[in-house]
């Protein structure tokens, strides 16, 4: 009653504890280095984006909280209020179609009959009767309702040049601009050509805006520009004359420009029926790619083979959009779900069957990640993993059942295994106060599994072995006090050793393998306390009223409890007895007779017959050895030849359409503008956070250092032009290597390099009519920025907003001071992907080399004082921060060797000091290091790399490598006998068959994982398998036979026994040795003489003898 009180409150307090917390009880994954410079970077750029919202909202009415109010929240991004403003029907980003073709014969993609077949595959969509209702339409002022076209690798293939051209005409020209026509378009490799052409598409684009707007021009109608006019034949090419002549570019750029004209203008056209020249199409298209200018128009649907020295690729990809908000919706965020779900309705009940025929058909492998089905593919894994893990743990149930011969003990076994969650939670979060549960602690439940079950089978062995020793079975005291101290203090030191090589994780700088390790640890404690109290009084209670209770078949048919029927090992006759009345198996052990041994049961039989004899014997010991030194070598050589991941992670089966997707797209094709591509923040005016007295661990995962003002920063007129000149060199990117790292805008005509620049606007508000000037002298800075910040911008969707909303600049009204400014560029990493930490080690350095030489004040800006501190930070998505994850994955591989090789030492000592013998130590310890070479050689074999997953697996190693070996050595030291072999058989005999029965239910459990469709799991499986698996067969052979030939003995001297040899003996008190059997016996003898003697006599019954009392061995069945 006093265990279930306590197991009662602990439950009832880990409940309250999730009830007041919510899901706020995991942590947010918190994969951070809370000392590295690119965390405390990535932090002060989070808090002082904060801080702008807060200085540029000062001086206004603060709203009330609203507590339910509308909030948006996306995957790897912070939640944001729902907009309230209201825009045109479908001009709005919603959900896309990906497509991803691959050739399934050969390397050409691009056949007639394939492109073909590609046409067919985005026709089933485009052309379906509703798709107008429902896409993403160009014109964000809604005037215009017509889709914006596909992003589509045909745009080029069906280019509809309005019968004036064909792609074969532009090919012709270019290649005639050099004055031969030979298939070469030399004219692309003139020097200086990117700049010039955007040069002359910006002045292009100034005169298209100002003829638009109905400026005076000798091509509109009646010299004046207007929308009208512009469409009408003649017109553009006209402005395109004019544009020419106003400029002073080299003639052979212009004639490029004016030959690729009419394609730019096609391709931004709807698409055409009639399918141009294909390898025209091709050879032109790879020279685009050689053009910035030009790159953006063709980079995306080719993949990273496509060249002009090899105009062919096997993959190719494209997006289809759908817009919101839909027909009846203000914006996108106004009723968000139900907009989705409805989208989500008509697309499936339209579409789904399409592409799942459309995959299985044609020569054109055609691959589909369409958000709209997104969710639902993704809650199905979810579901279908969930049903896996608990068929994991059914598999668990089903093992300790079988072998314990009791739905019961099964029962209670598996309990004890869930309880130790909550009771160890309890202690974790409660009693010593660590805040930071991460998500990851979840997997606790599969190590508490496999170590818990290995317990029960040691504790119900060591119960089960009792009953071949009827001195032992006096009564219930004495049996349940031999077996509890022969299987306490084993199960100790295996948790003792488990819970050491879990806890040396803490010495990783990650929270999150910090919270998993030290969880871990309690979890094994909560396990041990629950096996020595829990488990105990559970088999007392299952000894006294059910163990022996015959079950309804045995009764009903008269057949008696030696039936079959009541010996088949399944039985639940403890569930629904026929009878109350029952002898205890105690009882029948203490009564049986000379001759009369119960048989052992086939798998100690097998464990601790043949294979122990085989291990023991002349030559199968030194074999043995033998054959496992061979076998590490080659093990060793694999394992030294794990690298660090080489590419993205795989967060699905490999075969699975949306990871063959991600794989192909993040693999086989480079960098576009047409992809979203990660932004990297320029911040200026504050320094790293400074992250002291911070501990996740013990704070919780919403702790944040203190921000860090750069005092030297100053918004003066030096500060002003650097900024601005930062911007302009992005825009042109024609500064050495930005083209290498830094994204082109796919919406520029000039195709000039993305940047999101406060001082964009803060310039053309000081040069307006009247204005002062840019750069703005400090002294004058009060006046301007305060009506500057009051004023207002226009959005895409030509709507006027306040300009302190949306821009990064930080003007603090108080002190009259512009704290902070953030230049957001855009990288060349693809966002929502996950990328290696080779490609992510040279994009960083990339954009480090290039803020270096912003800051430097003798460089290419030549950058001042005031402003010469700026630093860089990356946005990210599934794993985080992009530099942030750059440094984890090297941490994660860290971290993995760190914790095997502590855990490993750590085995060594505990090992060592339950022992005390050297040798026990370190034959242990040897193989517990050559279970970890093994484990990490299958790894190299199944091809797995250092990533996240698996380093996280390998810092756990360590701690599950143990558990087999602990058990065998403290075995084989704890055995009496007098020589090696004895010792070694008697450890067999005593703990084989527990260790077996635990590395079945480990295999069991995991092998269930290896089928979950996210690797996660698979990944776990895999690693739990092949270390039980390896543990075990080390354990039992190598460290076994280690035993068997050197291990300590008493004829061994003295010198080759320490620490044991030199110590003096442990007090009386302390010792572990169970007391003699002999006084136990002579004890409970004692009470039984005792207790007969005082007992009452009872009454004879009229027509019965008085019953004469009997032996203790010859008691008779009680009630």
Not at 438 to 455: E, R, S, Y
Not at 605 to 632: E, N, Q, W
Not at 782 to 808: C, H, R, W
Request: with cysteine; glycine share 8%.
């Amino acid at each position: 009653m006093a265990i279930m009180a306590g197991l009662l409150v602990t439950i009832i307090g880990s409940s309250m504890i999730i009830a007041r917390e919510g899901a706020g009880v995991f942590g947010s994954s918190a994969n951070n280095d809370l000392n590295d410079i690119r965390t405390r970077e990535h932090e002060a750029y989070s808090q002082v984006k904060d801080w702008i919202k807060v200085l540029n909202q000062k001086g206004e009415e603060e709203e009330e909280l609203d507590e339910d109010a509308c909030v948006v929240q996306r995957w790897g991004s912070e939640p944001r209020p729902c907009d309230k403003n209201q825009y045109p029907n479908l001009t709005q980003s919603g959900d896309m179609v990906m497509t991803l073709f691959v050739a399934k014969e050969g390397d050409n993609l691009f056949t007639e009959s394939q492109i073909k077949q590609l046409k067919a595959v985005e026709d089933g969509i485009l052309k379906h009767e509703e798709f107008n209702d429902y896409c993403l339409r160009w014109d964000k002022t809604g005037y215009d309702t017509s889709c914006s076209p596909p992003l589509s690798p045909l745009s080029l293939f069906y280019a509809d040049f309005g019968g004036s051209g064909s792609m074969a005409e532009v090919f012709d020209d270019v290649d005639a601009i050099d004055g031969t026509v030979d298939g070469v378009l030399a004219a692309f490799e003139t020097p200086g050509m990117n700049a010039e052409l955007a040069s002359i598409q910006g002045s292009y684009t100034t005169m298209m805006m100002g003829f638009m707007a109905g400026a005076n021009s000798s091509c509109g109608l009646g010299g004046v520009g207007s929308p009208m006019a512009f469409y009408m034949p003649g017109t553009q090419a006209c402005l395109m004359q004019q544009t020419m002549a106003s400029l002073t570019v080299a003639s052979t750029t212009k004639l490029v420009y004016e030959a690729m004209f009419p394609l730019v203008a096609a391709m931004r056209n709807p698409r055409g029926e009639a399918l141009q020249d294909i390898d025209k199409t091709l050879l032109l298209a790879a020279y685009m790619k050689t053009i910035g200018f030009y790159a953006p128009y063709v980079d995306y649907y080719f993949d990273s083979g496509f060249s002009v020295s090899n105009p062919v690729s096997k993959h190719s990809r494209g997006i289809i959009s759908f817009g919101m908000p839909l027909p009846g919706y203000k914006n996108s965020d106004e009723n968000r779900t139900e907009q989705r779900d409805k989208f989500s309705a008509w697309f499936r009940e339209e579409f789904n069957d399409f592409l799942q025929e459309t995959q299985k058909s044609g020569d054109v492998d055609a691959l589909f990640f369409a958000t709209p089905l997104v969710r639902d593919e993704f809650l199905a894994i979810l579901l279908s993993d969930a049903m896996k893990v608990a068929v994991s743990l059914g598999l668990v149930f089903a093992w300790i059942w079988l072998q314990t011969n009791s739905v019961v003990v099964a029962i209670a076994g598996i309990a004890e295994i869930v309880l130790s969650i909550p009771l160890a939670f309890f202690f974790y979060y409660t009693i010593f106060g660590f805040k930071y549960f991460d998500g990851l602690n979840v997997m606790t439940i599969f190590i508490v599994a496999a170590i818990g079950a290995d317990d029960i089978f040691v504790f119900m062995d060591q119960y089960k072995m009792s009953s071949y020793r009827p001195e032992i079975c006096v009564d219930l005291k004495t049996r349940m006090n031999w077996v509890y101290a022969r299987a306490s203090w084993a199960m100790f030191i295996t948790s003792a050793t488990t819970c050491a090589a879990f806890i040396c994780t803490a010495a990783s700088p990650l929270p999150q393998i910090q919270s998993f390790g030290i969880f871990s640890a309690f979890v094994i404690a909560a396990d041990y306390i629950l096996v020595v109290t829990w488990f105990p009084a559970v088999l007392c209670v299952y000894h006294n009223y059910l163990e022996q209770r015959p079950c309804c078949p045995c009764c009903c048919c008269g057949a008696g409890t030696d039936s079959g029927a009541c010996k088949f090992g399944w039985r639940m006759q403890e569930l629904w007895p026929c009878t109350r009345e029952h002898q205890t198996s105690t009882e029948i052990v203490g009564a049986r007779g000379p001759g009369e041994e119960p048989q052992k049961r086939m798998l100690e039989k097998a464990i601790s017959g043949p294979f122990a004899k085989f291990l023991g014997s002349r030559y199968g010991a030194p074999g043995t050895l033998a054959a496992f030194f061979v076998l590490l070598i080659p093990a060793a050589v694999l394992a030294s030849q794990i690298q660090p991941l080489t590419r993205s992670e795989e967060s699905l089966p490999a075969d699975h359409p949306f990871q063959r997707l991600w794989t192909l797209s993040g693999e086989e094709f480079g960098s576009s503008a047409q992809t979203t591509n990660t932004p990297v923040h320029l911040v200026w005016g504050v320094g790293p956070i400074d992250n002291d007295g911070i501990n996740i661990l013990r704070q919780g995962g919403e702790a944040k250092g203190a921000l860090v003002w750069d005092d030297t920063f100053q918004f003066d007129e030096a500060a002003q032009q650097h900024i601005w000149n930062v911007c302009e060199e992005v825009r042109k990117m024609e500064a050495p290597n930005l083209e290498n790292f830094l994204s082109r805008d796919k919406d520029s005509p000039e195709s000039y390099g993305e940047v999101k620049c406060p001082l964009d606007d803060w310039k053309a508000w000081l040069e307006r009519v009247g204005g002062p000037g840019f750069p703005l002298p400090l002294a004058q800075l009060k006046d301007e920025m305060t009506a500057f910040m009051n004023s207002n911008t226009t959005n895409a969707y030509g709507q006027d907003v306040p300009l302190k909303d949306v821009i990064a600049l930080g003007y603090d009204q108080d002190t009259n001071a512009v704290r902070s400014i953030i230049v957001t560029v855009t990288s060349q990493l693809q966002s929502r992907a996950s990328h290696s930490s080779e490609k992510l080690s040279k994009a960083y350095n990339a954009f480090e080399d290039w803020i270096s030489e912003l800051n430097d004040e003798s460089g290419r800006l030549g950058a001042p004082t005031t402003a010469n501190k700026v630093f860089q930070v990356s946005d990210g998505d599934f794993n985080g921060p992009n530099w942030v994850w750059m440094h984890t994955q090297g941490l994660f591989r860290e971290s993995a060797i760190t914790g095997a090789c502590v855990g490993t030492v750590l085995a060594f000592i505990v090992i060592l000091c339950a022992t005390q013998q050297i040798i026990i130590a370190c034959s242990a310890f040897i193989t517990i290091a050559s279970i970890l070479v093994t484990v990490i050689a299958m790894m190299k074999i199944a091809n797995y790399e250092l990533g996240s997953t698996t380093s996280i697996c390998i810092t756990i190693l360590a701690g599950l490598s143990v558990d087999y070996v602990v058990h065998l050595a403290h075995a084989y030291n704890d055995s009496e006998a007098d020589g090696r072999a004895e010792k070694f058989q008697e450890a067999f005999d005593v703990i084989g068959v527990s260790v077996l029965s635990g590395m079945i239910t480990s295999l069991l459990a995991s092998l269930v994982l290896l089928m979950c469709q996210l690797q996660f799991f698979a990944i776990f499986g895999f690693f739990m398998i092949f270390t039980v698996t390896w543990a075990w067969l080390w354990g039992n052979m190598f460290f076994m036979c280690l035993m068997r030939l050197c291990g300590p003995d008493k004829s061994m001297p003295w010198y080759l026994q320490v620490p044991y040899s030199v110590l003096p003996p442990a007090p009386k008190c302390c010792q572990s040795t169970p007391v003699k059997v002999e006084d136990e016996v002579a004890e409970a003898k004692e009470e039984v003489v005792i207790d007969r003697v005082n007992a009452p006599s009872p009454d004879p019954v009229e027509g019965q003898p008085l019953e004469v009392p009997r032996s203790p061995g010859s008691l008779p069945a009680h009630s």
